[in-house]
């Protein structure tokens, strides 16, 4: 039986991190809803991702300052 790679460290931050992905999914204007999403296309699914890692390289840019 293969082994899920999308677990989190902790957990209870499942549901913080889809909040975030809802959240960074509105500042690009896709359509996110919560369940499945298979309807986006590779472009959109990728842009969210995208958009998750460019906030947070900003969130840790800011906490060095």
Do not use: H, W
């Amino acid at each position: 039986m293969a082994k899920s790679s999308n677990n989190l460290v902790n957990p209870n931050a499942r549901e913080a991190m889809n909040r975030f992905k809802m959240e960074a999914a509105n500042e690009i204007g896709v359509n996110l809803k919560q369940g499945y999403n298979g309807d986006l296309t590779s472009k959109q699914a990728g842009s969210v991702g995208g958009q998750m890692v460019k906030k947070m390289i900003q969130a840790y840019e800011n906490g060095l300052q």
